[in-house]
């Protein structure tokens, strides 16, 4: 990790309220590790949705209701297909994400080794 240190003279003068004041950070990020935050926020996101989806296949049953006596079960089929339907394309699109920022992330990290100088 790359950390910026803060001067000791510009912390005095800036505690005792002497001198300019600047507002530097202590430490700066870098790059790769807040695109690595966001990659996990993704990933995360995008488990806890394939679990849901999981959960609401457990429920689903493959049968096919024909009479009026049944018709509350075919309900509860038809609104969770409806979930399903609802839930699918955000899963798509965070894994499409992930994928995709995963490999942005590997293709920095092999630039940036390959300018390094030592």
């Known amino acids: 990790m790359y950390f910026v240190r803060v001067p000791v003279r510009l912390?005095?003068?800036?505690?005792?309220?002497?001198?300019?004041?600047?507002?530097?950070p202590r430490w700066a990020m870098p790059m790769i590790t807040v695109l690595l935050i966001v990659w996990g926020v993704l990933t995360v996101v995008l488990i806890l949705l394939l679990i849901y989806?999981?959960?609401?296949?457990?429920?689903?049953?493959?049968?096919?209701?024909?009479?009026?006596?049944?018709?509350n079960l075919r309900m509860e089929q038809e609104e969770l297909q409806l979930r399903m339907k609802r839930v699918t394309?955000?899963?798509?699109?965070?894994?499409?994400?992930?994928?995709?920022?995963?490999?942005?992330?590997?293709?920095?990290?092999?630039?940036?080794?390959m300018n390094k100088v030592y």
Do not use: K
């Open 89 to 113: 394309p955000y899963v798509r699109i965070l894994g499409a994400a992930s994928g995709l920022l995963i490999l942005f992330i590997a293709g920095m990290a092999v630039w940036q080794q």
């Open 53 to 71: 989806r999981s959960t609401l296949t457990l429920h689903q049953d493959e049968q096919l209701f024909l009479d009026d006596a049944s018709a």
């Open 11 to 24: 912390r005095v003068a800036t505690a005792l309220g002497a001198g300019p004041v600047r507002c530097e």
